[in-house]
Nanobody, 118 residues
């Protein structure tokens, strides 16, 4: 089992920035992939960004160039730097880990709210 805890969400104006962090209960290097998903009200959960063992991040078209996913300085953290935020980025953001899966979907955090006001 892997426990994931997100932090860093909140309310920001359009054009602003937020940084999300996800702390895992074990080394992320023991996992196949880590990722961030989001779910807006009335919509399906969508993959925003993911990073595999090789360390290269991939992004949804809607966030490419504005969001950056990275591994933290330690063994157990991934981050999502979100710049030039838009109201349509509003939603609950979930950290996910994949023991074998990629995109990751084996373990989930509890989710954290991000609200972008216009």
């Amino acid at each position: 089992q892997v426990q994931l805890v997100e932090s860093g969400g909140g309310l920001v104006q359009a054009g602003g920035s937020l940084r999300l962090s996800c702390a895992a209960s074990r080394s992320i290097f023991s996992l196949n992939a880590m990722g961030w998903y989001r779910q807006a009200p009335g919509k399906q959960r969508e993959l925003v960004a993911s990073i595999g063992r090789g360390g290269t991040a991939t992004y949804a078209d809607s966030v490419r160039g504005r969001f950056t996913m990275s591994r933290g300085n330690g063994q157990n953290t991934v981050n999502l730097q979100m710049n030039s935020l838009k109201p349509e980025d509003t939603g609950v953001y979930y950290c996910a880990a994949g023991k074998l899966t990629s995109p990751p979907r084996d373990y989930w955090g509890q989710g954290i709210q991000v609200t972008v006001s216009s």
